[in-house]
């Protein structure tokens, strides 16, 4: 693929230019925030800090961390650090508990969130030639209104569909011959079942490249997708409190995501002690906004268990990069005091030949974890007599012991009996909450 970069002096910007670059908009932006969010005033003095304390990047670890209770806590204008009439959109969290945690943009935002998509888009090689199809959620999610505003500066064709109708999907996407496809991983597999199913090839669409994020997913569940949609499947990461999708991309190199350095600065920490953990090792992943003039981040903490590499990449991007995330630290179940991430499931099922479809079932029956996992057999498998599929249950239970260190009980269930998801999927249904 011939290189091409959105905004080439940033993405390929030495890394000492870039530190300085960071330094000069970190301490503007800590003293935009000391004079206009009187949270984060109060949040220094408690520390001891002016703006004065914070000279360059390196004075970044002085300043307090904040974190999602904070956010819920100042709902919802508690950390706008502009006049209202200044600010000319929201974005919020799906979340399903709690209060929801709203953003804020000025035009000036909205601007720089669509260049960073515009850089994803234009890392995976797109040009104003085509067609881009996005099937992400819009509205108050983030990924429908930023992928579209960044197709629109790339000036590709954009296709605002958002997620579900996966029938008027394909239409639209077989007619209007759609190059590049954004949506989740989950919706885009389904996607791929769905043409598969309408008789298509992976070849009878004109689909090149799919740019999907918003939830967790394996590099096996990457293959599966290119496959069955005859693509290049690259990954997207963002968060409605750092603005939504395009705080990092994947290149061609499909070996994690470059952080748009110059928007956000990334740290990995020890989500236990808040210590600032080196390079390449593996922590929550804390991200402070230094261009963000409606409602700035210092050191949010995402709960994102992550890890940071500076290796030369074969793109020319000199921008840092993340690894995929391999799941949230709340996310992450704890059974029979064991950690198991979702993630770690489905490698196994898409290793052992079975569809990314399941759902992770964990309850408390007389004070002892129950833990099922219900897969979908392939259609093959379902025609299979009762011997065989207790034989594959066996199987898949032994695999995920392998991998987990816990025995689940594995429970195979009919094609297409899991529901599918248009938007981020539903992976674990954890009957203990009830409970407790
Ligand atoms: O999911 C923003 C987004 C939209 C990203 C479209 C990419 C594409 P939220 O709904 O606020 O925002 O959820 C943010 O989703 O903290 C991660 O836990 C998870 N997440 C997002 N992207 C990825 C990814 C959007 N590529 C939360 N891999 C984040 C793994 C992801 N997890």
């Not at 925030?33 to 914070?54: H, Q």
């Not at 590099?219 to 997708?225: A, F, G, L």
């Not at 268990?305 to 074969?314: N, Q």
């Amino acid at each position: 693929m011939e290189k091409r970069y959105y905004q080439r002096e940033i993405e390929t910007m030495p890394y000492e230019q870039m530190r300085a670059l960071q330094s000069e908009r970190l301490c503007k932006q800590v003293r935009h925030v000391w004079d206009n969010v009187p949270f984060y005033r109060a949040k220094m003095e408690e520390k001891g800090l002016t703006p004065d304390d914070i000279k360059s990047v390196d004075d970044l670890h002085k300043l307090p961390f904040i974190c999602k209770d904070d956010l819920r806590d100042q709902y919802p204008y508690g950390l706008l650090a502009k006049p209202l009439s200044d600010c000319v959109r929201i974005q919020s969290t799906s979340g399903t508990t709690g209060r929801r945690v709203v953003a804020f943009y000025t035009q000036n935002d909205v601007n720089l969130w669509e260049d960073c998509c515009a850089r994803a888009i234009t890392a995976v090689g797109g040009t104003n030639e085509d067609v881009c199809q996005v099937a992400y959620g819009y509205g108050l999610f983030t990924g429908g209104p930023g992928l579209n505003g960044g197709s629109h500066k790339v000036g590709c064709l954009t296709l605002p569909m958002s997620s579900g109708n996966t029938e008027r999907q394909i239409q639209f996407m077989m007619d209007l011959g759609a190059t590049i496809l954004c949506c989740t991983p989950s919706y885009a597999a389904y996607i791929g079942e769905a043409l598969k199913e309408m008789g298509y090839k992976p070849e009878d669409n004109k689909l090149k490249a799919g740019i999907f994020g918003a939830e967790p997913w394996t590099n096996e569940m990457r293959r599966d997708i290119e496959k069955s949609l005859g693509i290049k499947a690259y990954d997207i990461y963002g968060l409605t409190e750092t603005t939504g999708p395009g705080v990092s991309f994947e290149c061609e190199e499909q070996t994690g995501m470059h952080v748009n350095e110059d928007h956000f600065i990334p740290e990995i920490i020890d989500p236990d002690t808040g210590e600032v953990l080196p390079e390449g090792e593996k922590g929550e992943l804390v991200f402070t906004s230094i261009t963000k003039e409606a409602f700035p981040l210092l050191r949010y903490r995402t709960r994102d268990i992550c890890v940071l590499s500076r290796k030369k990449c074969s793109c020319g991007r000199t921008l840092i990069k993340m690894a995929k995330p391999m799941g949230r630290s709340d996310d992450m179940l704890i059974i029979r005091g064991v950690n198991v991430f979702p993630s770690q499931i489905e490698t196994v099922l898409l290793k052992e030949g079975y569809s990314p479809n399941y759902q992770i079932v964990v309850d408390r029956v007389n004070n002892t974890d129950t833990f099922d996992v219900n897969v979908e057999m392939t259609p093959e498998m379902f025609s299979d007599t009762v011997k065989g599929t207790q034989a594959a249950e066996a199987k898949l239970v032994n695999a995920m012991l392998n991998m987990l260190g816990i025995r689940p009980s594995v429970h195979l269930v009919a094609p297409k009996s899991i529901t599918r998801s248009e938007g981020k999927a539903v992976r674990v249904v954890d009957k203990r909450k009830l409970h407790d």
